[in-house]
């Protein structure tokens, strides 16, 4: 049966964590990025905030429990992505996609003009999914000064260079 999508309500905040720590487990199979899988993950509290703001969605099993999630924050006219998460054993069954046509939903509905995010080049589940999902990957030239700088902060943290990259969705 496949996920329910709904939008996050204030006591999932507490179950997000898990999911995002499971599915980072995947990392463990590119060498230079297994650390990722013990990186801490996104606080409860960022998760609260962005579950006030309407902008997060989670996947629902069967029992109604979360095995999926999407956190997003508007930013003018644009809706970042900041974290899709998927429980690793519900992972490859569409729960991923189906979360980001919640976040276009949302994009349409509030006539935004993108749906942007930042994500690995190199790795099969990052930019090649979302170019799949109908992202576009912008040229570092071609970025506004607030996806220039994610990049920046996500570089000053470790990542190597040139493994990462801003995409965008159009919403028109």
């Known amino acids: 049966m496949p996920a329910i999508i709904r939008l996050a309500q204030p006591e999932d905040a507490q ?4 999911i995002e720590i499971s599915a980072a487990q995947a990392f463990r199979m590119i060498d230079e990025l297994s650390w990722l899988a013990e990186s801490p993950p996104m606080s409860i509290e ?3 905030q ?4 309407s902008t997060c969605w ?3 099993d ?3 429990r979360p095995q999926g999630f999407l956190s997003a924050e508007r930013h003018g006219s644009d809706l970042h992505i900041y974290e899709l998460s998927v429980m690793q054993s519900m992972q490859g069954q569409g729960t991923g996609r189906r979360l980001i046509e919640a976040a276009k ?13 930042t994500t690995f080049t190199n ?8 170019s799949r999902a109908g992202f576009q990957i912008r040229a570092t030239t071609d970025l506004d000064q607030r ?6 902060e996500e570089y000053n943290h470790g990542f190597a260079p040139e493994s990462r990259c801003a995409m965008a969705w159009s919403v028109i």
């Open 123 to 130: 790795v099969p589940w990052n930019a090649p999914f979302y």
């Open 147 to 152: 996806l220039a700088g994610i990049l920046r």
């Open 105 to 117: 939903d949302y994009a349409r509905s509030n006539r935004l003009g993108f749906v942007t995010l």
């Open 15 to 18: 179950l997000l964590p898990a």
């Open 62 to 64: 069967a029992e109604n």
């Open 50 to 53: 962005l579950i006030a703001l």
């Open 46 to 48: 960022r998760h609260s």
């Open 58 to 60: 989670v996947a629902l």
